[in-house]
């Protein structure tokens, strides 16, 4: 039996999604530029936002990075979200089924609250994650931005460089 004898009777009935190519866009235009375009959907200034971006890229916690550029946590995490970090949500997978609940309307927000067992705080935050996507743009803009730009092939070439034989 030959490949053509197993192949026969197969066939395609969905294509394959075209994603384009991978890049990083390496502009050298300051964040808060670059954010400016999407200002009417983010939750704070592109200034603050940018500032906001790079303080929890840093490593702080969502509190800390908020504190840092004057602006309320709720907000910080909103801002995040749209930029494109993720699990800022602080409602567990089972939390947020009941979240979806409520949200498709099969219970009640007060029922939803109770199930979930959170703070209003909470579930309005968790609401607004499970109700407002990325910014795509913006989102790219943060990587860029944030991304050392260094290619790990070169840097270990160059970290190593002292050890090869010079070629001749």
Same mark, same amino acid.
């Given at each position: 039996?030959?490949?053509?004898?197993?192949?026969?009777?197969?066939?395609?009935?969905?294509?394959?999604?075209?994603?384009?190519?991978?890049?990083?866009? /390496?502009?050298?235009?300051?964040?808060?530029?670059?954010?400016?375009?999407?200002?009417?959907?983010?939750?704070?200034? +592109?200034?603050?936002?940018?500032?906001?971006?790079?303080?929890?890229?840093?490593?702080?916690?969502?509190?800390?990075?908020?504190?840092?550029?004057?602006?309320? +946590?709720?907000?910080?995490?909103?801002?995040?979200?749209?930029?494109?970090?993720?699990?800022?949500? +602080?409602?567990?997978?089972?939390?947020?089924?009941?979240?979806?609940?409520?949200?498709?309307?099969?219970?009640?927000?007060?029922?939803?609250?109770?199930?979930?067992?959170?703070?209003?705080?909470?579930?309005?935050?968790?609401?607004?994650?499970?109700?407002?996507?990325?910014?795509?743009?913006?989102?790219?803009?943060?990587?860029?931005?944030?991304?050392?730009?260094?290619?790990?092939?070169?840097?270990? /070439?160059?970290?190593?460089?002292?050890?090869?034989?010079?070629?001749?």
């Amino acid at each position: 039996m030959g490949l053509s004898d197993i192949a026969e009777g197969v066939e395609v009935t969905t294509r394959q999604r075209e994603r384009g190519v991978a890049s990083v866009d /390496r502009t050298a235009a300051p964040l808060a530029d670059r954010l400016a375009g999407h200002a009417d959907d983010l939750p704070c200034e +592109p200034e603050t936002a940018a500032e906001l971006a790079e303080a929890y890229a840093s490593g702080g916690s969502v509190g800390d990075a908020a504190e840092a550029v004057e602006i309320a +946590p709720t907000t910080a995490a909103k801002c995040l979200h749209r930029l494109g970090f993720e699990g800022l949500t +602080p409602l567990s997978p089972l939390q947020r089924d009941v979240l979806a609940d409520w949200l498709d309307a099969r219970l009640s927000r007060t029922e939803a609250l109770e199930l979930a067992g959170v703070s209003e705080r909470e579930f309005a935050l968790a609401a607004y994650v499970a109700t407002h996507d990325r910014l795509p743009g913006a989102a790219e803009a943060v990587e860029s931005a944030l991304s050392t730009g260094e290619d790990a092939m070169v840097a270990k /070439r160059d970290a190593l460089a002292a050890t090869l034989p010079e070629s001749g």
